[in-house]
C-alpha cells in the first residue's frame, strides 16, 4: 500500500482509504471510496488533448494525447514536430516514432506507417463516451480511451470512437500499452466484447488543490485532479 502521490502512473489501483477526512466525504460524494478502482496518469500526459487526424487512405482516426506526442512529423520545409504540436489542417510526413513496438503496431492498425503523409484536422476537446457492454453494463469511456478500442460495426473496421449511436460495434482488439489495456479489461472490455453507444459528452473534470498537479481518472471516466497535500493522504494498491 502507498499513498497516492508515490504510487505508479499507468497502473489500475484500488483505493484503500483516505487520511483526510473531509476530502473523504467529498470524494465518497462523487462515488470514489475504499474498493474502487482509479487510474493515475502520468504528469506528461494530463494536458495532451486528443487529436482527429486524416490518414492516407482518406479515414479519419483519433490519436490519444499520449500517442500523437510520440509520431515526430517531417513538414514540408524540412522541420521536424509531434503530431501533438501540429496547427490544424497542417500536414507533413511520419518522420519516426518515439515509442516501442506497441505505437508502431496500434499506427499500423489504423492505417499508418513511416513516410505516409498524415493531417491534422483538429484538436479534441475532452470528450466522454457512454456505451453498454455486452447489453449488461454501461461504461464511461475518455476520448483517449475510446480510440484504443478496435472493432467491426455496420461492415467495416474502425474505432470506437467512429462507432454509430446505438449500432452493434463488435471488439476485435484493443490498441495501446499496458495500462489501456488493463484499464478495458476492468470494464470487461475485450477481444469478443459487444458495445453500443448511446451517447458522446464533454468530460466531466473536478479538482481539489493545486490546479494540474496529479489526476486520476475512475472506472467510470471521472478525472479527478489533486494537489500534492490531497495525493499524499490517499493511499491505494494495485490491482
Known amino acids: 500500500m502507498v499513498n497516492l502521490e508515490e504510487a505508479d502512473a499507468g497502473d489500475v489501483l484500488r483505493l484503500v482509504r483516505i487520511g483526510n477526512s473531509h476530502l473523504a466525504h467529498d470524494l465518497s460524494r462523487i462515488g470514489l471510496e475504499p474498493g474502487s478502482k482509479l487510474v493515475k496518469f502520468p504528469k506528461e500526459e494530463i494536458e495532451r488533448r486528443s487529436v482527429r487526424v486524416a490518414c492516407p ?27 501533438s504540436q501540429m496547427e490544424p489542417r497542417e500536414q507533413g510526413k511520419i518522420d519516426a516514432l518515439t515509442g516501442g513496438p506497441v505505437l508502431r503496431n496500434t499506427l499500423k492498425t489504423l492505417g499508418f506507417s513511416i513516410g505516409d503523409t498524415i493531417r491534422l484536422i483538429r484538436l479534441l476537446p475532452p470528450m466522454e463516451y457512454i456505451a453498454v457492454v455486452d447489453k449488461q453494463k454501461h461504461v464511461h469511456l475518455q476520448e ?63 479538482a481539489y488543490g493545486p490546479q494540474d498537479h496529479l489526476a486520476i481518472e475512475t472506472m467510470d471516466g471521472l478525472r479527478i485532479h489533486l494537489g500534492p497535500n490531497e495525493a499524499k493522504t490517499i493511499y491505494v494498491e494495485k490491482v
Open 57 to 83: 487512405d482518406g479515414n479519419h482516426r483519433i490519436l490519444g494525447g499520449g500517442m500523437s506526442a510520440k509520431v515526430v512529423i517531417e513538414r514540408s520545409d524540412g522541420s521536424k514536430t509531434p503530431l
Open 144 to 206: 483517449g480511451i475510446a480510440s484504443k478500442i478496435w472493432g467491426v460495426s455496420e461492415g467495416a473496421e474502425k474505432q470506437f470512437t467512429s462507432a454509430g449511436k446505438w449500432k452493434e460495434f463488435s471488439v476485435m482488439k484493443l490498441l495501446g500499452g499496458a495500462r489501456a489495456k488493463g484499464y478495458l479489461e476492468n470494464l470487461h472490455i475485450s477481444p469478443g466484447t459487444s458495445l453500443v453507444l448511446i451517447d458522446i459528452e464533454p468530460g466531466k473534470r473536478i
